[in-house]
């Protein structure tokens, strides 16, 4: 275990105990050790980054540091004297404060109503003006601009991510946790907060950052901590770091990130005609704004199409317009050479349309279901399946077979719920399930949210066979070295609009940044301008 | 060697089974202290219901025409809750069909014949137009099902008093409140159990089928479990969500029709008995299965017939009710403890 040697931050003084020190940490679930035997020490003016594929037991490990989980074994030792916390309110009395992935914030409320939800220091009678001047106040005095009055359903996420952290810290946090906090934001945004993070623990505080974004961690920590299988498996100052190194820690082994988008020797050669072609498409939601503006796109046969952007800048929209569960307001889809601008998600399936959806738990899967009703969705109404109008449970589980062995996923009893799969198995199911009745195109929106490494890896592959076997895919992706190493062209999202589709050789990472802010491909100077 | 208690995501259907199982012998043993403790003799009372209801053959055909109704309400609310809605409305279908029917009986001529499947239909019928507003206020404006369902049930209610003592009053004056005895009986089928009992089993077994065996029951399975699903796949959530609450309302006015046509034989207010309320908690014990309706039915008649039997051993009415409440109260705590077993494990190694 390495003290912090080498970090550049000024070390506490002799004789200061960590501000959190855990030691023997065990939690165990149904079938599964969460956490077992796990030290941590987090020293005033650090940041510590917590490391690990899912599943390594991060989150278990903070969640008991904030009072969320009892431990089933070990010690929370904070500032020097033993804690234990019987729920986050305690935790955040004693200064420990966490943000989540998913913000907790009342969406209906304004700023300073959800800084001041649940607040023993809010007073019990205050007019909405003097709560959003108490919150301006703070607002400056932590140096993390927000806007009192405006509602939080009108803010971006990075303003949200804002407000959640000022949430914490106006309770006088020590320790602030954020779980995965770039995931949602644009690189500048994720600049500020890693500037606001330098200046809280410059004032003799900590932060813990769990993340499998292994750059950002060496950019951003003092030191990192590994957690695999949920038991510590090191914690070493950054300086001593590099990306192989922590990323073999994490999965047990050497991982190679390589280029995908070589071509195997059998491999069918890109199309010349396009498999899905859109024409001027604009979609409006409900009130009339137009959520994807005047795309025009085509996807050629055997060829990866990444999408890059911002999440909410029309990913969603995209991925449902080009599997047919969205219609366009206007504008045309060519699919194979046939017009199907009418046609719904069912006729799209048909037509050999795969789709990997954002969520798969709320909308590829119905959870509370059996494996087997899950697997035959998008073949149960054909032979062997279904014939005629009848419905054949025996086929239905031999097919769940099939697909359940080769996405190698263990199924030990095919009518239990799909819920009770993780979620990386999950993944695979659905994606190997999409597989086989994409044709045509797969259509695969963050197809690695919340997957580890190695499950990320096996995705990749399938995406490359089938790529290989002449399907056109697009993958929508936050993570631009995944979107490098697999696709043959990167179109940017950007408030609806592509802003420009680049070759992915000798494309620019930085460039594609600047897009991804809202600027347009044509303007390679000025673009080249702003970086300098 | 460490105890612990896990939750499972899903209990084995034979834990749930037997959780039932003790969650139903407890309910009763907790009924019994308490009539032990209001100074009644429980086994006493108990050897008296099991007698009376098991030891002659006219118990048991009591017993048979409770379960008719309890059958086809439970079935009616299990099978809107394939789609994912609750209808709390059997009652008032239930009122819907059984008027429908008594109308057609009583300003139709004909024979029996042709009568019968008559008036069989127009219990449907009645039935479906009963839910058909909540049912297109649910698919196009979204309005909670459990709302207007319920709301419905007292319209239902009043309109058949008002009908039974107003316009449609037995001519013949012979009972109070009530219509004239119908032309047309549904045939026996065994002792007084007329034949509306193997036509509610037939039709919980057919809609079973149809929800296991047919592309239709495969798409509202999962429409009915993630609309969100439904839509990814393509599938018409909204006409799947009318045709079964439609369905589930003919099948709430089909039972109805044979209580009135079978059982009482004319139309008076308070003819159902309760049944479609009582339908919400077959439902429940049956975990939602069409199936399971039939042996949820047939404890609920059960208990109704005990009642009726207390009733005679000066025990008040509302012990029974209590009863039906400690069950469900009971079976709720079962299902729950269903999901948890204790584990043994190995201290943690270091």
Known sequence: ?532 | MAIRVQRLPSASPAIALAARAIAILLALVTAGLLLAAGGAQPLKLAQQVLKSTFGSGFGLEDVGLLVTPLILTGLSVAVALRIGAWNIGAEGQFYAGAFAATGVALFIPGPAIVMLPLMFVAGALGGLVWILVPTLARAYADVSELITTLLLNFVATLLVYYVATGPWLDPGGHALGTTARLKHDIPEFIGMVHWGFPIAMLLAVITAAAFSFTRWGYEVRIAGSNPQAAKYAGMPFRRHLIVVMLLSGAIAGIAGMLEVAGTVHRLQGGISNNFGYLGIMVAVLARGSCIGVIAGAALMAVILNSGIILQTQGVNTSTVLAITGLILFFTAIGDELAHFRIVSSKPAEA
């Open chain 1, 1 to 532: 275990m390495a003290m912090p040697e080498v970090t550049a931050r000024p070390r506490p003084a002799p004789g200061t105990p960590p501000l959190v020190q855990l030691r023997g940490i065990a939690k165990y679930f149904p079938g599964v050790v969460a956490n077992q035997d796990v030290d941590l020490e987090v020293w005033p003016g650090e940041i510590h980054a917590l490391l690990g594929e899912n599943g390594a037991g991060k989150s278990t490990l903070m969640n008991i540091l904030t009072g969320i989980y009892q431990p089933d074994a070990g010690e929370i030792i904070i500032d020097g004297y033993l804690k234990s916390f019987a729920s986050p309110v305690e935790a955040i009395a004693a200064g420990i404060g966490m943000v989540h992935q998913h913000f907790k914030l009342v969406r209906a409320f304004t700023v300073a109503e959800n800084i001041h939800l649940g607040w023993s220091e809010t007073p019990r009678r205050i007019s909405p003006q003097e709560l959003e001047a108490r919150t301006a106040q703070l607002s400056a005095s932590l140096n993390l601009a927000v806007r009192p009055g405006a509602r939080v359903d009108e803010l971006s996420t990075g303003e949200q991510q804002r407000v959640e952290i000022l949430r914490v810290l106006a309770r006088k946090a020590r320790v602030l946790i954020l779980d995965e906090p770039t995931a949602v934001l644009t690189p500048s945004e994720a600049r500020e907060l890693f500037k606001a993070l330098k200046e809280f623990v410059a004032r003799g505080n900590a932060v813990i950052f769990i993340s499998h974004k292994l750059d950002e961690v060496l950019e951003i920590s003092d030191r990192i901590t590994v957690l695999r299988g949920g038991h510590k498996v090191a914690t070493e100052p950054t300086s001593a770091c590099s990306e192989t190194m922590l990323a073999k820690l994490m999965v047990g082994h050497e991982i190679v990130l390589d280029d995908l988008r070589a071509r195997g020797p059998n491999a069918v050669a890109r199309s010349n005609e396009p498999v899905v072609g859109l024409r001027e498409v604009t979609v409006r939601d409900g009130s009339g704004h137009a959520v994807l503006n005047n795309i025009s796109l085509d996807i050629a046969g055997g060829e990866i199409l990444g999408i890059a952007g911002v999440a909410g800048n029309g990913q969603k929209e995209l991925s449902e317009l080009l599997t047919g569960m969205r219609v366009a307001s206007s504008g045309q889809i060519m699919l194979g050479g046939r017009d199907v601008s009418a046609s719904g998600a069912a006729d799209f399936a048909d037509f050999g349309v795969g789709h990997i959806p954002e969520d798969r738990l709320r909308s590829g899967l119905a959870p509370a279901l059996s494996v087997t009703d899950n697997a035959v969705i998008r073949e149960y109404d054909r032979p062997p399946v279904s014939l005629g109008p009848w419905y054949r449970p025996r086929a239905a589980a031999a097919l769940a077979r099939k697909i359940a062995e080769a996405a190698s996923v263990m199924v030990p009893n095919y009518s239990m719920p799909i819920r009770n799969l993780s979620g990386g198995n999950q993944q695979r199911f659905v994606a190997r399930r999409e597989m086989r009745i994409a044709t045509k195109l797969l259509v695969a929106a963050y197809p690695s949210r919340g997957l580890d490494v190695g499950a990320i890896n096996t995705m990749m592959r399938y995406f490359v066979e089938l790529r290989d076997a002449g399907v056109g895919i697009v993958v929508i992706s936050e993570e631009l070295e995944e979107l490098f190493n697999l696709s043959d062209r990167i179109a940017v999202m950007f408030h609806g609009e592509i802003m420009g589709i680049v070759d992915t050789a000798g494309a620019d990472i930085e460039r594609i940044g600047l897009m991804m802010g809202g600027q347009r491909a044509t303007s390679p100077a000025r673009a080249a301008a702003m970086v300098h």
